[in-house]
């Protein structure tokens, strides 16, 4: 059973740093693409950034340049570090992996709070 358990959330000041953390169990780091969600509320979920097992990254537009995905595939962890923290990053953030190959398969976890104010 593939279970993502994210870890680092919680509260910072604007311009401040947090650092989350997702380790997957249940699968290996091959042929998947591993990526942060977002959810604000009252709004959809959306793409943070994403990297493939291959290190191959992608960043949604209002994160460039301040946030960083990386993954350890050993591991089978997944980090995002978020430097900059704007009250517009304030969300419930989601671990995902998506296996690309068949059995093709996509994974959450239980989402976990970031909260930026002053």
């Known amino acids: 059973q593939v279970q993502l358990v994210e870890s680092g959330g919680g509260l910072a000041q604007p311009g401040g740093s947090l650092r989350l953390s997702c380790a997957a169990s249940?699968?290996?780091?091959?042929?998947?693409?591993m990526g942060w969600y977002r959810q604000a509320p009252g709004k959809q979920r959306e793409l943070v950034a994403t990297?493939?097992?291959?290190?191959?990254?992608n960043y949604a537009d209002s994160v460039k340049g301040r946030f960083t995905i990386s993954a350890n595939n050993a591991k089978a962890t997944v980090d995002l570090q978020m430097n900059s923290l704007k009250s517009e990053d304030t969300a419930v953030y989601y671990c995902?992996?998506?296996?690309?190959?068949?059995?093709?398969?996509?994974?959450w976890g239980q989402g976990i709070r970031v909260t930026v104010s002053s």
């Open positions: 249940g699968i290996r780091f091959s042929a998947t693409v």
């Open positions: 995902n992996v998506r296996r690309i190959v068949t059995p093709v398969s996509n994974y």
């Open positions: 990297i493939t097992s291959g290190g191959t990254t």
